[in-house]
């Protein structure tokens, strides 16, 4: 069974940081993507950043300058590093991974529980 635990949400006044972090555990083959997702009220869940195991990355243009998205294979964990917030950054923050826990199985999507940034003042 895989899991994904994410850590690292709270509240935060505008123009301050936060560090995001989702380590992967279980049965684990490989892991070709990793990225972040965000649902604000009221709102649809939009994409934040992936990071694939090529080391390639892709970001929302709303947070482009501001968020870096880093992985550690080793730990199989995902970092969000989020710098310079804004008030419409506050939602919930979801880790997502597709997961391979076989070799010649393909991959499946995983999400995490979620955690909650608050930014404002």
């Known amino acids: 069974q895989v899991q994904l635990v994410e850590s690292g949400g709270g509240l935060v006044q505008p123009g301050g940081s936060l560090r995001l972090s989702c380590a992967a555990s279980?049965?684990?083959?490989?892991?070709?993507?990793l990225g972040w997702y965000r649902q604000a009220p009221g709102n649809q869940r939009e994409l934040v950043a992936i990071?694939?195991?090529?080391?390639?990355?892709t970001y929302a243009d709303s947070v482009k300058g501001r968020f870096t998205i880093s992985r550690d294979n080793a730990k199989n964990t995902v970092y969000l590093q989020m710098d310079s917030l804004k008030p419409e950054d506050t939602a919930v923050y979801y880790c997502?991974?597709?997961?391979?826990?076989?070799?010649?199985?393909?991959?499946?999507?995983?999400w995490g529980q979620g955690t909650q940034v608050t930014v404002s003042s």
């Open positions: 997502n991974a597709d997961i391979s826990t076989r070799r010649y199985l393909g991959p499946r999507t995983y």
């Open positions: 279980g049965i684990i083959f490989s892991i070709p993507t």
């Open positions: 990071t694939t195991s090529g080391g390639s990355t």
